[in-house]
């Protein structure tokens, strides 16, 4: 099987968004627990690189972080912005 520009580009994003749903999956477990829990910041880089989406369902299934600004309105946006940053790479040049 050979991978090339968008079936790479459409692996990568398929993968980002499931690490991102069991990374936030995790996350719930170690708060419920009570053991060390993953970084905020590690959070939003994981949204940052392509895993905003999967963090916007995560945050619906494990009903984590919803209460946070910053995820609960931060995550919506980065998807906006890389959603128009797809668009404006696929208009014609």
Not at 13 to 30: E, P, Q, R, S, T
Not at 44 to 56: D, Q, R, T, V, W
């Amino acid at each position: 099987m050979e991978f090339q520009g968008h079936n790479l580009s459409a692996l990568y994003f398929v993968v980002i968004n499931i690490v991102a749903i069991a990374v936030y999956g995790w996350d719930k477990l170690c708060a419920v627990r009570k053991w060390w829990r993953v970084p905020e910041m590690t959070l939003i880089a994981i949204a940052l690189i392509g895993g905003s989406i999967g963090e916007i369902v995560a945050m619906r299934i494990f009903r984590h972080k919803t209460l946070h600004l910053k995820f609960k309105y931060g995550l919506p946006f980065i998807l906006i912005l890389q959603i128009a940053g797809v668009v404006y790479l696929h208009l014609p040049k």
